[in-house]
């Protein structure tokens, strides 16, 4: 080993490790959860009607073919994984901190969902047409201004839905393999179902304020959303694609979580690895 370089630098931070397995996380959930978020985006616009998941399906299917489920993926694939991974980054960072030097583990539940509504991360919602097209498009009819409709909104629905989402899945994996969160969870069944939960009830919590952001970032500066959604169709607007919503969520997360922890896990496996070789060389 050339002199001076010490076995420390090829060992990862807590938090690059929590940003890489994030990431990867992300992507095995855009992967898993596309072909229903696809589907989600349409029931939730305006005039869609109340047909449920099924029908969406087959008329995309007629219409459209298979391969409409996964346009524009590729965008998602990579805002998402980016996404996920600062979540759960910051998420770590929290829970840490909260923990005072202890291991994370010990946090109580609470503790796991004050650090993750700090973890609360811009959301990004996969397009049916060309990201720069459609940049090039807003930016000529709204200016800048037009890139941040429906932040306020997204905030809303983020800080509180991030909370319900750590520390449900904590307490799932916990009830499904006791000692799991101490010790560390050897059922990727256990994982799958955690995350899905945690997903669906936090997806559950915050719902209204989704369908009110999508359709704000779809309509016009101008028009008031909540109220024309209210007058036209009544508070029915606000829970259009549920359904879909919370088995694309079970799906997604379950494959975020159960991603997140493999990786997690290998990455904690290579650093002392890593080190290890470096002190032989």
Request: charged share 15%; with cysteine.
């Amino acid at each position: 080993m050339e002199e001076g370089l010490e076995p420390s630098v090829l060992q990862l931070s807590e938090g690059t490790r929590d940003f890489l397995a994030g990431g990867i996380g992300g992507a095995f959930g855009v992967i898993a959860g596309q072909p229903l978020d696809t589907i989600r985006i349409r029931q939730q616009q305006p005039g869609a009607g109340g047909a449920g998941a099924r029908q969406f399906a087959r008329a995309i299917l007629a219409a459209e073919g298979g391969r409409s489920f996964f346009r524009g993926m590729g965008y998602p694939l990579c805002t998402a994984a980016l996404q996920t991974a600062v979540v759960f980054q910051a998420y770590g960072i929290a829970a840490r901190h909260l923990a005072g030097g202890q291991p994370t583990t010990a946090l109580s539940l609470p503790q796991v969902f004050y650090a993750g509504c700090f973890a609360e991360g811009p959301a990004g919602a996969p397009g049916y047409v060309d990201p720069l097209a459609l940049l090039a498009s807003i930016l000529r009819s709204e200016g800048p201004r037009g890139l941040y409709r429906g932040t306020a909104i997204t905030c809303i629905r983020d800080f509180p839905s991030h909370g319900v989402y750590f520390a449900v899945y904590e307490a799932c994996r916990e009830l499904f393999e006791p000692g799991s969160r101490a010790g560390g969870s050897d059922s990727a069944a256990a994982l799958w179902v955690a995350g899905g939960l945690a997903g669906t009830l936090s997806w559950l919590s915050v719902y209204p304020f989704d369908v009110v952001k999508t359709r704000m970032q779809a309509a016009a500066a101008s028009q008031s959303v909540y109220a024309g959604s209210h007058a036209a169709e009544g508070a029915q607007a606000f829970f259009r694609g549920l359904t879909t919503t919370l088995g694309r969520a079970f799906l997604v997360n379950g494959a975020i979580f159960t991603a997140y922890e493999v990786a997690h896990k290998l990455l904690s496996q290579q650093a002392p690895a890593a080190a290890a070789q470096a002190r032989e060389v």
